[in-house]
């Protein structure tokens, strides 16, 4: 078998995303408008987290509107019609409902009738995780075009009480067309990891089967993200470093080689520090988490979408794309634009 020029590995069909799109819901949520919700100040937000607001999605809005309207920008970027889609894949910790699945709604909204439809859970790394997946697919010609969505109503999930978390996340969507594009460039690598010995780091104990909802799991708000945020802080860079260090080596190359690293949105002091210790210049590296706060699986969704608008990529640049999140999970993606 021919092996790909670059990562010296069998060279499978090349696959390429070809549109992105994203959706932000209207409603924004300011840190001087949660200074008047919990004992916080703009200030401390600003400076632990480099967050200044995020958007709130309605109370009519579920995670399968925002991965719609996402989606539906995807679609046009790529020029395609849903009735080419041959299947979808969410990635996201706040579906619409346990079952049916997140995707099989989007199906519906879209009229994707001919796509197969399912979600992925890894958490604040799903969409990487979601790219992963689709890609085998395209590269085993079992489908020749994927949606890959990663979409979040984190609002859902919060504690609007907790201070140590509430003032973290927001809502939002973003989406990936992949094709098999014979002449263009593609997908390089993908690397995941995950380690379930910290999974109480970063969970929300309530809702599934080991504690279905009761009057006393309400009670005790099990409904609500939790997090040790100084212990979840010291593994995400860690494992973010070495996620997108094992994807440069796999492909032989150097970060300067790099044209935008594209980080978790999670916390500035984290998106820094993978930056420093992977040596890259602050000009590489992709940030618009003061905007949005962590919108989890959606985030590098977004910020692809918005890195591809701005021009911050263009065709033929190499991107690195490195995500962290509950599991606890990561991995990291390198893409030829
Ligand atoms: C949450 C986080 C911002 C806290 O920053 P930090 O520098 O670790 O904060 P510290 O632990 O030094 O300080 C905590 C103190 O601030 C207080 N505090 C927490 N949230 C606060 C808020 N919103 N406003 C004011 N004070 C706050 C705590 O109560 C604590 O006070 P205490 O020392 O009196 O108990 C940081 O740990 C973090 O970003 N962790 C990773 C979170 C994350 O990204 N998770 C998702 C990964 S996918």
Redesign the pocket.
Known sequence: MMKHPRTGRPHLRTVSITGVGSYLPARVLTNQD?EKM????SE??MT??GIEQRRIAAPDEATSDLAFLAAKRALHDARITPDQVELIIVATITPDMLFPSTACLVQQKLGAHRAAAFDIEA???GFIYALDIAAHFVQSHTYDTVLVIGAEKMSSVIDWKD???????GDGAGAAVLQNRPTAHGLLTTCLGADGTKATL?DMPGGGSACPASVESVEKRMHFLR?D??E??KN?VNAMVSAATEALDRCGLSISQIRCVIP?Q??Q??ISAVGERLGATEEQVFVNVAKYG?T?AASVAIALDEAVRTERIRRGDLVLMV????GLTWGAAIIEW
Do not use: E
């Open positions: 949660l919990v004992s916080t100040t401390w937000i632990r987290t958490a604040c790394s201070r140590n978390t509430c003032v973290l996340f970063l997090m945020g100084k979840t802080f995400a978790h999670a916390n002091r984290i962590n989890s995500v962290f999140g509950a």
